[in-house]
């Protein structure tokens, strides 16, 4: 049911019991602070349960993105659709190790473009907490631009990113290859 989607660098899978650990050790830590952590092992479980559960509920959901030269989990991106947030959204996040090296950029396109001709989307966002300036810029890098801010119950005020429709994100994604 979860696809395996494909770019010169990575592989977007669904979610093994093996990514757990990489994971857990990064929502432990300082570095998760944008995207709800630091918080425990019980918490990252239940965190990645319902990730993995939303391709169930929703059809759609996070990928693992796994660093094809290493086949080692560089991070997650994917469309992703909480109950608590204010419309669907793309969402990425990177371990530290693999940051700076375009992976984000590079799974989170992909993942935008699955979206539009996959899934049908017509129109996304990307909710990004105030002061990730890394998700910023690579929210502007794909396109999007700031709309405005929105409060989401479990993680406060949130910036919302609106990406491009897909006609024009395609173009901007040849653009970007």
């Known amino acids: 049911m ?6 010169r660098r990575l592989v977007l899978r669904a979610m093994k019991a093996e990514d757990f650990e990489p994971f857990a050790a990064f929502y432990a830590s300082e570095a998760a602070r944008f995207v709800g952590g630091p918080e425990d092992r019980v918490a990252t479980w239940r965190r990645m349960a319902a990730y993995a559960g939303s391709w169930t509920l929703r059809g759609y959901g996070k ?46 396109a992909r993942s935008l473009a699955y979206a539009y001709d996959e899934l049908g989307w017509t129109t996304a966002i990307s909710a990004i907490a105030p002061g990730n300036d890394r998700s910023a810029r690579l929210a502007e890098r794909l396109g999007a631009r700031l709309e405005g801010t929105a409060d989401v119950a479990s993680f406060g005020a949130l910036e919302i990113w609106r990406h491009l429709p897909p006609a024009e994100f395609r173009a901007h994604f040849a653009r970007m290859q």
């Open 63 to 108: 990928f693992v993105v796994e660093d094809r030269q290493t086949g080692r989990p560089a991070g997650m991106a994917g469309p992703w659709y909480p109950e608590d947030w204010p419309e669907p959204e793309l969402s990425w996040t990177f371990l530290p190790e693999f940051q700076g090296r375009g992976y984000a950029t590079e799974a989170a």
């Open 2 to 7: 979860i696809p395996t989607l494909e770019t």
